[in-house]
């Protein structure tokens, strides 16, 4: 599995399909890997060259001490890019990766054509909150998290059908560095672009899972309104849309980059 030096993280990625294609890059949410978008870069793969990679302080990626910041973790992205002498991709990022998408957008307009944010805010939560989060992850492990996860990342009828997708990605969250998540959890805290979706130029689209109890439909709504030529995709899905959905999420995507 590659990996490359981003200041003072590994960053774990892996690639599929045709260098020569489209750049499409991926980015994780809290407490998974780059394994949760496997229905994804299967479908992609075919007409556009897709970079997946673990979030600093997930998956494969070390994770140094924190806490981590947002701007960190948009600069892992562009200094992946660069890795990959890549000029221009689009990115779809989810909950976490998704404010990584708006940091993006903001920050660094002339690296993406397209910016897909889904299942997420410009402000996730509140900052207490997450500091509690974090210091509890420190304290008993992920544990207790991952025990509870499954109810807000998933609807029930997909957990009753699905229980072996929702098993792994338990184990995943279970299996992750506590200090990684812990230090996600403080960039989290941290983290409002509320103020900022306005200097926004870039295409989005906005997904929001329309039974999301993390980021809601609202949320959507709310950065949609303030960036400019955006769009927003409502779907039925709870917060790991991308997973609860893969065939309306895939096609929502596709239709948005192509256009």
Known sequence: MPTFTSNDAQINYQTFGDASKPALIFSNSL??????WQKQFNHFKQDYFVICYDTRGHGASSAPQGPYS?????????NLLDHLKIEKAAFCGISMGGLTGQWLAINKPERFSHVIVCNTAA??????????????VRQQGLQPIAS????????????????????????????GSTEGYA?????LAKADLREQLKDINVPVLVIAGQQDPVTTVV????????????QL????ASHISNVEQPEAFNQAVQKFIAA
């Open 31 to 36: 407490g998974t890997n780059y394994g949760m």
């Open 70 to 78: 947002l701007d960190q973790l948009g600069q892992d992205v562009i």
């Open 148 to 175: 509870t996860a499954a109810s807000r990342w998933f609807t029930e009828p997909f957990i009753q059908s699905n229980p072996t997708v929702v098993e792994n990605l338990q184990n995943d969250l279970e299996a």
């Open 123 to 136: 402000k996730i939560g509140q900052e207490q909150a997450w500091n509690e989060r974090a210091t509890l």
């Open 219 to 230: 949320d959507g709504q709310f950065m949609q309104e303030r960036i400019a030529h955006s």
């Open 233 to 236: 995709f409502e779907i039925n």
């Open 183 to 187: 230090s996600c959890c403080e960039a």
